[in-house]
Nanobody, 128 residues
Framework: QVQLVESGGGLVQAGGSLRLSCAAS????????MGWFRQPPGKEREFVAV???????????DYADSVKGRFTISRDYAKNTVYLQMNSLKPEDTAAYYC??????????????????WGQGTQVTVSS
């Protein structure tokens, strides 16, 4: 059984930082990409960041325009864990953040439907 377990959410003041973690496990897990999506209150789920690899090497990382320069996605190959370092947080970053994993192409990285596995979500609240 594949599991994605997120941690690291919480309440932070604007300008602060948080680091989200997503640990993936499961014998049947076959993925070359892990990403983060978020769903603000009353809105649709949206892409945040993705990291795609080949073997143990990073191939590609991408970010939503709204988080570029503030968020950094990284991966610990040995632990099969992905991190999302979030700096200079803004109130508009408030959302439930979801980790996702899949075997996908770079061209489809923004599409939530191509990710096969999802975590339970972790809440990030940024106060002004």
């Amino acid at each position: 059984q594949v599991q994605l377990v997120e941690s690291g959410g919480g309440l932070v003041q604007a300008g602060g930082s948080l680091r989200l973690s997503c640990a993936a496990s499961g014998r049947s897990l076959r993925n070359n990409a892990m990403g983060w999506f978020r769903q603000p209150p009353g809105k649709e789920r949206e892409f945040v960041a993705v990291i795609i690899w080949s073997g143990s090497s990073l191939y590609y990382a991408d970010y939503a325009d709204s988080v570029k320069g503030r968020f950094t996605i990284s991966r610990d190959y040995a632990k099969n864990t992905v991190y999302l370092q979030m700096n200079s947080l803004k109130p508009e970053d408030t959302a439930a953040y979801y980790c996702a994993a899949g075997d996908l192409t770079r061209a489809r990285r923004l599409e939530a439907r191509v990710y096969d596995y999802w975590g339970q979500g972790t809440q990030v609240t940024v106060s002004s």
